[in-house]
């Protein structure tokens, strides 16, 4: 309910900006009610072909949503096997750790064109390039909050799990993950946003279709309800995954609440 009741300011917000944009009568500044109807010639209005969704829909905004998820996944289970190994050991870790601040430092969209030579003799180069984008900028949350995490636990729980005889595999996964949990849900919420916004780079370059292509193609013809409706498109979906994240992160890290509560 408190949730709820600071949203008044988006209904406030969107009547400013229709007035202004009523008032103003500028393309490029459209107001929401053109925006909306944009958002519904693009997407919404062609014939249905299955589950409830037209075949514009089905033909740009699934397919970018799959390269999301696809990199997104990817790069957390690389980052999360990568930072448990890393995190336990941190003479393994001093001797990449110049590699990963280069790594980090470089911004993803400059490696387009190094992807596109790299998989471009492939089959799937269009779709090896976006994923390679997308891992490479979206893995470094995952990882190094992987890292921090595993380093963060208590030595309490350590000594425990050896008095207790666990073996290496059993002391991973009863005491090592659930401690480091928190952190690595952290990396996994951030890098999600990221993932997004990668994807979105990536069908800017060479790609013929998704979100991100017909922002490009909207943008070229001079589209300026065009080129919001993408935009507020992904201001959406942004949204909506982000609060499924933060839902299923409360139901799987409850006991974790608890225990901060009782101790």
């Known amino acids: 309910m408190r949730r709820l009741s600071r949203l008044w300011v988006v209904p406030v917000v969107l009547v400013v900006w229709e007035l202004l944009g009523r008032l103003i009568d500028d393309s490029d500044f459209p107001p929401p009610l053109t925006i909306v109807t944009s958002m519904y010639q ?9 589950l409830f969704l037209t075949e514009d ?22 980052g999360v096997l990568l930072g448990v190994a890393l995190g336990r050991s941190k003479a393994a870790t001093d001797y990449v750790d110049a590699l990963f601040e280069f790594g980090r430092a470089i911004p993803p969209p400059l490696l387009l064109p190094l992807f596109v030579a790299l998989f471009a003799r492939t ?11 997308i891992v490479f900028g979206v893995i470094w949350p995952v990882l190094l909050n992987t890292i921090e995490g595993v380093r963060a636990v208590d ?26 949990s928190p952190k690595i849900f952290a990396g996994l919420r951030l890098s999600l946003s990221l993932a997004l916004i990668l994807m979105v780079i990536s069908e800017l370059f060479g790609s013929t279709d998704g979100i991100g292509y017909q922002l490009l193609q909207a943008q070229r013809s001079f589209d300026g309800p065009g080129v919001w409706a993408a935009i507020a498109l992904l201001g959406i979906l942004g949204y909506l995954v982000n ?7 409360r139901r799987l890290l409850v006991w974790h609440r608890q225990a901060n509560r009782n101790v």
Do not use: C, D
């Open 57 to 78: 829909a089905i033909g740009n905004i699934l397919p970018s949503l799959g390269r999301m998820f696809s990199g997104w996944i990817l790069a957390s289970l690389l």
């Open 155 to 180: 030595r309490t729980y350590t000594e425990t799990a050896t008095v207790f005889g666990l073996s290496k595999a059993q002391h991973l996964r009863v005491v090592v993950l659930p401690a480091a």
């Open 42 to 50: 693009m997407w919404f209005s062609g014939p249905v072909s299955h």
């Open 123 to 133: 089959e799937y180069a269009q779709l090896g390039m976006q994923l390679a984008t």
């Open 243 to 249: 609060s499924l994240f933060v839902l299923a992160e």
